[in-house]
């Protein structure tokens, strides 16, 4: 189980990874991140896939793309310099909290 875990978080940071590079790739006129891009999502599906082996499909999914979202979000507002309005920060907080109450059920 802690296995499915490892290839859980691999997947997460590697799909976040991926995200960020796909707004530096600048809709891929830029190769280098667009590189990075299919090299991010192909690594995230694959442990993803491996995650499955020992993790339950509505749990793993939900953390996938729950933490994802989370963590993108945080890299857009250090990152990229983009804006959180309140209504945004109540989004994220409701994502946080459903992730968790499905890690607990």
């Keep these: ?3 499915g875990y490892l290839f859980l978080l691999v997947a997460i940071l590697s ?6 590079m796909l707004k530096v790739s600048d ?4 190769w280098q991140p667009g590189v990075l891009v299919v090299i991010g ?5 694959y442990m ?10 509505s749990l793993s999914y939900a953390t996938w793309s729950g933490a994802g ?10 990152w990229f ?19 968790v109450l499905i890690n607990l059920s």
């Design 81 to 99: 310099q983009e804006k959180l309005n309140r209504r945004a920060m109540l989004g994220i907080l409701c994502l946080v909290a459903g992730v």
């Design 15 to 20: 799909e976040t990874a991926a995200a960020a």
């Design 48 to 57: 993803m896939s491996l995650t499955l082996t020992s993790i339950p499909l």
């Design 69 to 78: 979202t989370v963590l993108t979000t945080i890299i857009g507002v250090l």
């Design 1 to 3: 189980m802690i296995t």
């Design 27 to 30: 809709g891929f006129k830029r």
């Design 41 to 45: 999502y192909a690594l995230a599906f």
